[in-house]
């Protein structure tokens, strides 16, 4: 089993930045893609960026030029560096991971417990 904990949300400005983090830990053979999404109430959740094992991005198009998505393999860590935040960047964020916790495992996803992002005045 593994085990993701986001941790970086808070309150920001219209234009500040935040910048979220996800660890996993637990039994982890490897991990294949890491990725951020978000949900606001009574809209479904949404792919706001992934990583690849290969390292390849993808960014949901309100995003680009303003999130970065990053990683760390060696601390099994993902970033979400988030510049120019707008009002409606207020969502609640989940990281996400595709992994294998031993090599004769399947893969399976994995979420975490969510971090509120707040954009306001």
């Known amino acids: 089993q593994v085990q993701l904990v986001e941790s970086g949300g808070g309150l920001v400005q219209p234009g500040g930045s935040l910048r979220l983090s996800c660890v996993a830990s637990?039994?982890?053979?490897?991990?294949?893609?890491m990725g951020w999404y978000r949900q606001a109430p009574g809209k479904q959740r949404e792919l706001v960026a992934v990583i690849t094992s290969g390292g390849r991005t993808n960014y949901v198009d309100t995003v680009k030029g303003r999130f970065t998505i990053s990683r760390d393999n060696a601390k099994n860590t993902v970033y979400l560096q988030m510049n120019s935040l707008k009002p409606e960047d207020t969502r609640v964020y989940y990281c996400n991971a595709e992994a294998k916790s031993s090599g004769w495992g399947t893969r399976n996803t994995y979420w975490g417990q969510g971090t509120q992002v707040t954009v306001s005045s």
């Open positions: 637990g039994s982890i053979f490897r991990i294949y893609a």
